[in-house]
């Protein structure tokens, strides 16, 4: 059984699309996070939910919006979307907010044309 | 400000030999440590971590880490490299002080020669 799962796993569209990213995850977990790695790899947070509240808004756009229906699920809505937003976008989970050892998602490949 | 630093883009081993990739780190306070794998096309997996108690930290494929308060650093080692070791590793760190997340550094590619 998958512990953190993503979907699309690949998402291609085209400059100025509305896009969403789904992630659950059945660890009973009340921490979840949105990553995006970018080209070189480089790891850096965007968000991260408590029991369903913002905790975490990192310097990122407002055209990102997360939401969560509950605390097994972080989606990741997408506006206007732009050449720059091309990256991987990670989700992660974890049991408590302060420093517990996150769970990943297999990543979802973003390329806009 | 927190801030991790991985100084090796690339650490190349041959099989057999110990390996070693590094991690030193800038926080305030007594933060918790902790060591991720990438492997390609994969999401990170968590290694091990370290938050008070023995130095020496052991987690996951057989990998370890030293943890040096002086020297602020949290080395990851391993006593015999394999070829399915090769992969990304990163280094992060949780302040404890101050924001509530994993900063995280640029990671470290290691590549395991047979």
């Known amino acids: 059984d998958t512990a953190v799962s993503q979907t699309p796993k690949y998402l291609v569209t085209q400059m100025g699309n509305d896009k969403s990213i789904k992630c659950e995850q059945n660890l009973g977990h009340d921490t979840m996070y949105w990553y995006k790695q970018d080209s070189k790899k480089f790891l850096k947070i965007m968000f991260s939910y408590n029991n369903k509240e913002l905790i975490i808004n990192e310097t990122v756009p407002n055209r990102f919006s997360p939401k969560s229906p509950d605390k097994a699920h972080l989606n990741l809505h997408i506006n206007s979307l732009e050449l720059g937003d091309s990256a991987v976008y990670f989700c992660?989970?974890?049991?408590?907010?302060?420093?517990?050892?996150?769970?990943f998602g297999p990543g979802t490949r973003l390329t806009v044309l | 400000a927190q801030s991790v630093a991985q100084p090796e883009d690339q650490v190349n081993v041959a099989e057999g030999n110990p390996l070693t990739v590094k991690c030193t780190y800038s926080?305030?306070?007594?933060?918790?440590l902790f060591w991720y794998v990438q492997y390609p096309n994969r999401g990170l997996q968590f290694l091990l971590k370290y938050i008070t108690g023995d130095n020496l930290v052991k987690g996951s494929y057989g990998f370890e880490a030293e943890f040096n308060k002086s020297q602020t650093s949290f080395h990851l080692k391993k006593p015999s490299a394999l070829v399915s070791d090769s992969a990304l590793y990163f280094c992060?760190?949780?302040?404890?002080?101050?924001?509530?997340?994993?900063?995280f550094g640029t990671g470290t590619r290691l590549t395991v020669i047979p």
């Open positions: 992060a760190v949780y302040p404890q002080t101050g924001a509530n997340n994993l900063f």
């Open positions: 992660a989970s974890s049991q408590q907010l302060a420093g517990g050892s996150q769970f």
């Open positions: 926080v305030s306070g007594n933060p918790y």
